[in-house]
Nanobody, 121 residues
Framework: VQLQASGGGLVQAGGSLRLSCKAS????????MGWYRQAPGKQRELVAA???????NYADSVKGRFTISRDNAKNMVALQMNSLKPEDTAVYYC????????????????WGQGTLVTVSS
């Protein structure tokens, strides 16, 4: 399984960015996909996850601002980030797992390279 993330960049607070992740591999491996982020000096945290059926879950800190979506036919997952805040600054990682990505304890089996999101105040 390979995951290729893109779409990071520099944006002002209040702005928007859209991250994309192109995946290749078996459909089982891509059953659940998600976005994690790691800010400097902090642990990696789950931002949002989505099942192949479209069920989603979000970190409380991004609810109402971020939207995760996926296109199963294209093996792609996206994260639309609106109303960005400086505290959203982090390296964002795309991940995939055969089972549910639920909460911070799941350790996804597959990871993409990170893409840096910087939100200036």
């Amino acid at each position: 399984v390979q995951l290729q993330a893109s779409g990071g960049g520099l944006v002002q607070a209040g702005g928007s960015l859209r991250l994309s992740c192109k995946a290749s591999g078996s459909s089982v491996a891509l059953n659940y996909m998600g976005w994690y982020r790691q800010a400097p000096g902090k642990q990696r945290e789950l931002v949002a996850a989505i099942s192949s059926g479209g069920s989603t879950n979000y970190a409380d800190s991004v609810k109402g601002r971020f939207t995760i979506s996926r296109d199963n036919a294209k093996n792609m997952v996206a994260l639309q980030m609106n109303s960005l805040k400086p505290e959203d600054t982090a390296v964002y990682y795309c991940a995939a797992h055969p089972g549910p990505i639920a909460g911070q304890t799941t350790k996804p089996r597959y990871w993409g390279q990170g893409t840096l999101v910087t939100v200036s105040s």
